[in-house]
Every structure is written in C-alpha cells, then in structure tokens.
C-alpha cells in the first residue's frame, strides 16, 4: 500500500454522467505520484469507476479502454442496444422510453472484462451510494453483490431503469449524496473529493431547452446545490472540480474534451495532497 509523504488518503468520486470520464485522469494522477487510496466512495460515474479502479484496473487502462469503447462508434452502437431494458412490465412507468437502459447490462457491455461480482473480492474497499427510492433515503452498499448496487447508483431517472434487490428499488445515488466523502471522514488521514457535477461556469445555451434537456439538467441543478451546501458545511481535504459543467449526462463523444479537463487538474490535485499533508503536520505539532 503506498502511503503520500507518510499520510494515507481515501477517495470520493461524485457523480455527473458522462462528465465523471474526468474522474479516470485523476485516477491516472494518483498512480503517478505513487498514492494508492485505502478506501473509495462512489456515486454514479462515480461508482462505476470507482469501482473499476477498486477492482485493480491502473487509471491509464480505464482511459485506453474507454477511448477504444468511444472510437469504435458502430460498436458502441451495439453495446448501448445491449444495454437496453428489456420486457414489457416497468419498475417505475408504464410508459416505455425508448432511451430506457438497464444498469447490470449497461455495466456488462461497458465495464473492462475482470470486475469481480462482489465487493468483497475488490481490492480496495468500496461504498457505493444509492437512492432507496420507496423509502426516499440514501442506501449505501459495501458487501455483497456489486453489480446490483452499482447500477441502482447509476440508474439516472428517465435514462436508466431502478435497480431492484430483496431490499426494494434503487436509483441515482446523486439524488441524495452527490459527492460521498462525508463516508470516508476517519477512514484515512487524507479525504480527496472529485466534485464533477458542474458547480460552476454558466451555461450558455441559444434557445429554449428540450425537455429531455430539462430534466437532465433539473437533476444537475439538485446535485450542485446538494454538494454545495456539503462543502460549505465542511469541506474535504482536497476538493477537484474539472471544468466540465458545459457537458451533459451523455455527452460521451466528447470525452476527448472532458479527459483534457480532468487532466488540467493535475497539478491542482498535487498541491492539494502536499498542503493537506503539511496541514497535518502542523495539527500534530500544535
């Protein structure tokens, strides 16, 4: 296990859809400077790569296999049809959505071939958070099976279909916890929080928006104001905002764009872990 100038560090990956790609170039910053996090939470994007990464997957792989995924267009074709949910009978709505995906295949088709099926065989410990969506609370999941978990976190209303477990239906996890540090407080010396959804810039659109612009965008403005409020409460010890609010949940084709943002965050990631650990330092000393 490496260690940060003597200091471990937990990670939280926050979610955003396809704006959390920025997440794998922190991870590749991570394995550059040597630090390996003794725990993750994820929510979201945040969960599936977090949990790839937990599995044992570099952050320099998760990006070779995620641009091979986005290059091959007609490919990518086939695996989104793949990942459509199938059946006439809805977990939520008997209104069938033509964009309607189911999360367990969605994972299957998209995650790198090796994640194991529980989180008890991930190499790094795991929390992924979810919305329990009859009982209205956040559910978080750190044992058992993960795939399950991992797709009611992902489930984006509209867009991804509710997870179902012998615990009820799960969705969105950034409907409740968008950026899950606060799980990770006393779990490591050093909290580093991935904050990618969109807490900053000004959207600068020429018309009206759809309304399926609407209410992908209705659930960004919930999770900035959850986050918000989050950091203003107590902040992490190292807070990442890529600049990437100008893109939407699936705006993976412009992954190029979005990978150039989280890479623009090395060096803010660097200065964070050193000032967080002269903090430390400074703490002790008093």
Request: with cysteine; hydrophobic share 50%; charged share 20%.
């Amino acid at each position: 296990m490496s260690l940060y100038r003597g200091k471990t560090v937990a990670l939280a990956l926050g979610g955003g859809g396809a704006r959390g790609l920025a997440h794998i170039c922190v991870l590749e910053a991570l394995d550059e400077l040597g630090v390996r996090p003794v725990a993750i939470a994820g929510a979201s994007i945040g969960a599936i790569v977090g949990a790839a990464y937990a599995a044992g997957f570099s952050g320099a792989e998760l990006r070779a296999h995620t641009q091979a995924l986005l290059k091959n267009r007609i490919g990518l074709a086939r695996r989104l049809l793949h990942a459509r949910a199938r059946g006439r009978k809805r977990l939520l709505s008997r209104v069938a959505h033509p964009l309607l995906f189911d999360g367990e295949r969605f994972l299957q088709a998209f995650w790198p071939e090796g994640v194991p099926e529980r989180f008890e065989d991930l190499r790094i410990p795991l929390q992924v958070v979810a919305t329990d969506f009859r009982r209205r609370i956040e559910a978080v999941f750190a044992t058992g099976a993960l795939r399950p978990a991992v797709a009611g976190s992902m489930a984006i209303p509209g867009i991804v279909r509710a997870a179902t477990s012998d615990h009820g239906y799960f969705v969105d996890g950034g409907l409740v916890n968008p950026l899950p540090y606060d799980h990770l407080w006393g779990l490591a010396d050093i909290v580093i929080a991935v904050d990618v959804s969109g807490n900053f810039g000004v959207e600068t659109g020429k018309g009206p928006p759809s309304a399926f612009e609407t209410m992908i965008v209705a659930s960004q403005i919930m999770m900035n104001a959850i986050s918000s409020r989050m950091i203003a409460e107590r902040p992490p010890d190292v807070l990442i905002r890529p600049e990437v609010h100008q893109y939407l949940a699936l705006d993976l084709f412009k992954a190029s764009r979005i990978f150039a943002a989280g890479d623009a965050c090395r060096d803010t990631l660097r200065q964070g872990l050193a000032q967080a650990a002269l903090r430390l330092e400074a703490h002790r000393r008093a």
